[in-house]
């Protein structure tokens, strides 16, 4: 607790301890899946479809694997997958998003037009499209959401770029000299890093709903591989067995919340309003 | 015009400037001399800031031009290709704004704000290129320099940013100096200081200063010549004590009137 109370006061928040936690979890057992998992996570030397208990805390599965290291091990396929999705969706919308906003334009104009297009579908069912055009394996599933997620980011970045660039510093620093470039770089870009930050993390639950629900339907991550989403479908068919689908579903569920949790945690930790605001209510 | 002798640094002739059918500059004529301040009076819109963005080289996008603006070398800024007009900017003419609270980086230090265009303009090396921040700030009068150089622009007053600004904008020892509405944001004890320093920085280093402002009691402060702007056209241009005491046009009469004065 002592630690506790160091921390700023956003982060001291209940919510905000539960998600860091489950999410710090969720990575480690990420990171150590081999020296976690009581089995091998494709082996099929257990008994059929048996319900949880010792031995097999989660059950098995209709061809007798362990579902408890398939989660581990499936922690390795969507977590990874999801952040590098997360991470290239904010690179290519936050630099297409800056240079429409920073050099307008026809060049911005273009961008945002076509960001409006992909805005126009329905998200799913155009990472559906995209994904099932592409021809069904996790590669693929994430170029889908990579495609309709980006605009998301250019459109935030291209908002705050444009209230930046009239601020008289980012107009002095082009004064002094300096080229266009190191304005956005140096001037520009730190000074919209925090919004852009929290929309990220809170991007990175519906990311992986995403993948998961591609591989859900078959467009993503091919069997024998242990992604939760098909793991949750594999369920689908025996449903009596509420165990298979059940607890992959419940880890999809808890990474979401975590990171929907810190994507809120560093919104309130980022905006001084919020901050107080926190801050009042626990005096 | 009024000729003191000195040839002009920077000149700015029959500038017109206007966006679709508004004229905004309607032929501007303005010669500024190193050791003086040019200072530029008129109402808001009058064209007197967007003047002063011409004088850099800066006009909005769209604008339709004609006229010059010309640099003691004869180059004119108004078709220089960008990568030259960036060589201009900063190191031969720079600026100073009217709120130094949204005109300084918020997020890097004093020091880094002076040093990194000096590095740029005049390849100074870094340990070089600090020492002369430091002897900046004490230049523009900020208590402990050697400190200050450190801080961030959060942690100065009003006033205080002022001068860092002005420090910012005299690092590469530029020949003019334009400062748009320099003391308008500032306290009035506060002013007289920041008019103080820019006067005297004129003198010392031989600025050619473009003081913009809407305030004549700034002007007569410190201004040694005067134009008086309105609608986008200089009405009457001269010596302070001329333009001031025995104006030639209605307009700047009219404003000299309008100035509260003792007694009345």
């Known amino acids: ?283 | 015009m009024s000729s003191t002798g000195t040839p002009t640094v920077l000149s700015v002739e029959g500038l017109k400037v206007s966006i679709g059918e508004h004229e905004i500059l309607r032929g501007v004529d303005i010669g500024l001399r190193p050791g003086r301040v040019h200072g530029l009076a008129g109402e808001s819109g009058s064209g007197k800031t967007m003047t002063g963005l011409a004088a850099l080289g800066l006009l909005p996008h769209g604008a339709r031009t004609s006229g010059r603006v010309v640099l003691d070398d004869g180059r004119n800024l108004l078709e220089l290709p960008q990568r030259d007009l960036n060589e201009v900017r900063g190191r031969e003419i720079a600026m100073v704004f009217q709120d130094p609270a949204t005109s300084l980086h918020p997020m890097l230090s004093i020091g880094r704000q002076i040093t990194e265009h000096m590095r740029h303009h005049l390849g100074l090396g870094k340990a070089e290129a600090r020492a002369r921040a430091i002897e900046l700030l004490g230049q523009v009068r900020i208590p402990g320099p050697a400190a200050a150089v450190d801080r961030y622009p959060h942690q100065f007053s009003g006033g205080m940013r002022q001068r860092i600004a002005i420090a910012i904008a005299l690092a590469c020892g530029p020949k003019v100096l334009i400062a748009d509405e320099p003391t308008t944001a500032l306290d009035v004890t506060v002013q007289a200081g920041v008019l103080r320093l820019l006067r005297g920085l004129c003198d010392d280093l031989g600025l050619a200063v473009l003081l913009v402002t809407h305030d004549l009691g700034v002007m007569s402060a410190v201004a040694d010549d005067v134009s008086v702007m309105r609608e986008g056209l200089v009405l009457e241009t001269g010596p302070r004590g001329q333009v001031l005491r025995t104006p030639e046009h209605p307009y700047t009469r009219a404003l000299l009137d309008a100035l509260p004065r003792e007694g009345s």
């Open chain 1, 1 to 283: 607790m002592r630690i506790l109370s160091r921390l700023p006061e956003a982060w001291r928040q209940p919510l905000a301890v539960v998600g860091a936690v489950v999410a710090v979890a969720w990575l480690l057992v990420a990171a150590a899946a081999p020296l976690l998992a009581p089995h091998d996570p494709l082996a099929q030397d257990l008994p059929r479809l048996a319900s949880p208990g010792p031995g097999h805390w989660f059950g098995t599965d209709q061809l007798g694997r362990d579902i408890l290291s398939r989660i581990m091990y499936g922690a390795r396929v969507s977590i990874p997958l999801t952040l590098l999705l997360v991470v290239l969706s904010l690179l290519i919308g936050g630099a297409l998003g800056a240079c429409a906003g920073y050099f307008g334009r026809w060049v911005g104009e273009g961008i945002m037009r076509l960001a409006d297009l992909v805005f126009a579908f329905p998200t799913v069912i155009l990472a559906m499209v995209v994904a099932a055009a592409l021809g069904a394996s996790l590669t693929n599933a994430v170029l889908a959401v990579l495609v309709v997620a980006w605009p998301a980011y250019a459109r935030v970045t291209r908002g705050l770029v444009l209230g930046m660039r009239e601020r008289e510093f980012v107009l002095s620093g082009r004064l002094l000299g300096f080229s266009a470039w190191r304005s956005l770089r140096v001037d520009v870009l730190p000074n919209v890093t925090g919004p852009i930050l929290v929309l990220a993390t809170l991007d990175i639950g519906t990311a992986l709903l995403l993948l998961s629900g591609l591989s859900f339907l078959g467009l993503g991550a091919k069997p024998p591989s242990p992604e939760w989403g098909a793991m949750v479908a594999a369920g689908v068919d025996v449903f009596d067995s509420w165990w298979v689908a059940t607890f992959p579903g419940l880890a999809i569920l808890t990474v979401v919340l975590a990171f929907n949790f810190l994507g809120d945690t560093l919104r309130d930790a980022l905006d001084p309003r919020t901050a107080r605001a926190i801050k009042e209510r626990a005096l």
